[in-house]
């Protein structure tokens, strides 16, 4: 109908003409390839052009200045004897082993506090989200100077309870967990918001029936609660352990991986080999190391989904 | 009398954690206010003796952070513009359109939100070396403006919309530009004010890019700038404490401004600003 309207209104014209001999769904693609064209150019320059290229200079020895030659599966098998490697790996499943249980007990517990129809409820989510958006950079530096050893507000504080403060960020035991503490602090408002959001989508009518037939608090939570987030809590926890896997301008500010590599993390150990020491290849593969272990949580958890996440309400 | 000790059993220990949460934020203020000599007293002084605004304009003196904020808004405005534009289009098109290889196009691109930007940085930096734009605009805005995230988010906004509502541009013969100008952006502002307001803050907050693509000092952002000054002063707590406020200011007064589409946009996707 509006195909042939177009063609009788067009008429008068030769090039209207052509563009009428367009069936109307070919004109739709046409749009449609133009309309994706700005974003997929992007997309495949920016990001698909440059994952598939980083796997190829994997198998390069590429020093930046000298022409780069091909190794194979050199790197990867490097990567496989070096031990501040495995150092660097087991610091980053350290920080996330460390991380994702806190966040999630702290954002959920407070979720949970926030949801039972309380006043300020927006102040005070406003005061748990507010360091998420802040430049990690910045707040990174304030956790140094909190962290200080001497006039640190922690130590201070500390002292004034009569307690010994350690010397956090230059003390190989205490580094890593000065490191989660801080970013515990960056992260769990967002969980939170997430949690408060699925708390949210619990019908009250479930409660009240729960209520009605005697169900205690405590009760109400482990067997309604819990289990009708557990879809948001699954989401929450994947996220956070890929972002876990990807912590960088902390560490970078606060320890610079240090001391004695007890905070070299993985994407620092990309920056140091790919920036520092201009080991193009070697970075790429550690990257890609990276990417690999991601793709495996991905995996490992969405088959763990279907055994405890529960879908219907 | 049980009711109040209840009220203030919950609103007390929340109101403890709210103040504990946000002291890292007083002490930098505080800190950033004292004067030098104030800073590592033994015993200490919890609060300054005088304010000392003269740290402010001394801590932005010793290197040229007027630029960095400039350089940090050019990015983060130029990245938010690109991926607004891209992503719209894309996303109508998605939404609204019908064309060969449609379900797996959109595959590829929710495929690539898994995939970690650190995985593209060395060659990126090849790219950009290659290509000359090492220290340019260029090199610090185009990288990020063209994340899936965008496109995946309006798609699934536009979906939402009914059809009904684009009938009548239809009848008048809109084009599908028409279309998404007139009738689908208009209905969904919410989620364009998110994904802008995630992308801004995204870029202004970027670090190890921003670090990596740049090497002229007039190039840095904000973020890189700051732990610069962090590299060369890191004992002068009460100027870098300026800095680091001056650094947060914009974040915290957009965040304040803004809040409901920060919280709105977490429970919509809770993929954005991690």
């Known amino acids: 109908m509006a195909a042939s309207q177009n063609v009788s209104l067009g008429a008068a014209s030769p090039a209207a003409v052509r563009r009428g001999r367009l069936s109307l769904a070919r004109r739709e693609e046409l749009a449609a390839y133009l309309f994706i064209l700005p974003s997929f150019a992007g997309f495949v320059i920016f990001l698909i052009v440059p994952m598939v290229a980083s796997l190829g200079i994997s198998l390069y020895d590429w020093e930046l200045l000298v022409p780069p030659h091909f190794i194979g599966l050199d790197n990867f098998a490097a990567l496989a004897k070096d031990t501040v490697f495995r150092q660097v790996l087991l610091n980053t499943l350290t920080y996330t082993v460390g991380l994702v249980p806190t966040n999630i007990v702290v954002s959920l517990g407070l979720a949970v506090w926030l949801n039972t129809r309380l006043r300020w409820v927006n102040l005070y989510r406003l005061a748990f989200f507010l360091p998420v958006v802040t430049v990690t950079v910045a707040v990174a530096l304030i956790w140094k100077w909190l962290y200080d050893p001497f006039a640190g507000l922690i130590n201070l504080g500390l002292h004034l309870i009569g307690l010994p403060g350690p010397n956090w960020l230059s003390d190989p035991h205490w580094a890593m967990p000065a490191l989660i503490l801080m970013s515990v602090w960056k992260s769990f408002g967002y969980n939170m918001v997430l949690f408060l959001a699925g708390l949210q989508g619990i019908p009250a009518s479930i409660y009240e029936a729960a209520t009605i037939d005697g169900a205690s608090p405590w009760q109400r939570l482990w067997r309604i609660t819990l289990p009708l987030l557990s879809p948001t809590m699954f989401f929450a926890v994947v996220m956070t352990v890929i972002s876990s896997f990807q912590v960088f301008d902390q560490a970078y500010i606060m320890t610079g991986g240090g001391p004695a590599n007890a905070t070299d993390t993985i994407v620092l150990y990309i920056y140091q080999n790919g920036f520092q020491f201009f080991r193009m290849g070697y970075a790429s593969a550690i990257a890609w190391v990276l990417f690999t272990l991601i793709f495996i949580v991905t995996l490992v958890q969405l088959r763990a989904q279907n055994r405890w996440v529960q879908y219907d309400a | ?274």
């Open chain 2, 1 to 274: 009398m049980s009711r109040a000790i209840a009220k203030s059993l919950t609103y007390g220990p929340l109101s403890v954690l709210a103040a504990l949460t946000m002291l890292p934020f007083g002490w930098m203020v505080i800190t950033a206010l004292k004067p030098g000599d104030e800073v590592m007293t033994n015993p200490p002084t919890w609060l300054p003796s005088h304010l000392a605004w003269e740290n402010f304009p001394r801590a932005l003196s010793f290197f040229p952070f007027d630029r960095f904020l400039l350089n940090s808004t050019i990015v983060a405005v130029g990245a938010t513009a690109l991926q607004m534009l891209t992503a719209c289009l894309a996303a109508y098109a998605f939404a609204r359109l019908r064309f060969r290889g449609r379900g797996l196009l959109f595959v590829v691109y929710l495929g690539t939100l898994m995939v970690p930007q650190q995985v593209t940085i060395v060659p990126l930096f090849l790219m950009m070396r290659g290509v000359g734009w090492i220290d340019t605009f260029a090199a610090l805005i185009l990288p990020s403006a063209f994340h899936a995230l965008g496109v995946f988010l309006l798609r699934q906004f536009f979906l939402t919309i009914p059809h009904e509502l684009e009938e009548a541009a239809v009848m008048d013969g809109a084009g599908h530009l028409r279309i998404l100008w007139q009738v689908i952006l208009p209905l969904s502002r919410p989620a364009l004010a998110t994904l802008a307001l995630f992308t801004f803050i995204r870029e202004w907050n970027a670090f190890l890019w921003p670090l990596i693509a740049t090497n002229q000092q007039p190039m840095r952002t904000v973020a890189v700038g700051l732990s610069l000054f962090m590299g060369q002063y890191g004992t002068e707590w009460h100027l870098l404490m300026a800095a680091a406020t001056v650094t947060l200011l914009p974040v915290l007064a957009l965040f304040l401004l803004a809040q409901r589409y920060f919280i709105e946009g977490v429970a919509l996707t809770g993929f954005g600003g991690r």
